[in-house]
């Protein structure tokens, strides 16, 4: 069992910055990558940021490069995604989600699911 527990969520104004963090627990040894993906209302689950927690190997999506940064540190189980030049547009529940299995980082064949984080980016 692997558990994700999301926070940092919030409310910020167009151009401001957030940082979430996504904490795992349990069976963290069988996880191989994590990443935030996002969904907004009326909107398909997109992937946001990913990473390997091993090599530390990253992956965005399009609309985020050059404005969010994920992160990890392996000691505290722990995956961070700095978001600066926030956007209306990215205004979303996020969620960290992690796999176990070796692939690539913008699929969507993730295991485990955080409950989310609202992300509400006024304009």
């Known amino acids: 069992q692997v558990q994700l527990v999301e926070s940092g969520g919030g409310l910020v104004q167009a151009g401001g910055s957030l940082r979430l963090s996504c904490a795992a627990s349990?069976?963290?040894?069988?996880?191989?990558?994590m990443a935030w993906l996002r969904q907004a209302p009326g909107k398909e689950r997109e992937f946001v940021a990913g990473?390997?927690?091993?090599?530390?190997?990253?992956a965005y999506a399009n609309f985020v490069k050059g404005r969010f940064t994920i992160s990890r540190d392996n000691a505290k189980n722990t995956v961070y995604l700095q978001m600066n030049s926030l956007k209306p547009e990215d205004t979303a529940v996020y969620y960290c989600?992690?796999?176990?299995?070796?692939?690539?980082?913008?699929?969507?064949?993730?295991?485990?699911w955080g409950q989310g984080t609202q992300v509400t980016v006024s304009s």
């Open positions: 990473i390997t927690r091993s090599i530390g190997n990253t």
């Open positions: 989600v992690a796999r176990k299995t070796i692939g690539v980082l913008t699929n969507s064949d993730y295991d485990y």
């Open positions: 349990g069976r963290t040894f069988n996880i191989y990558a």
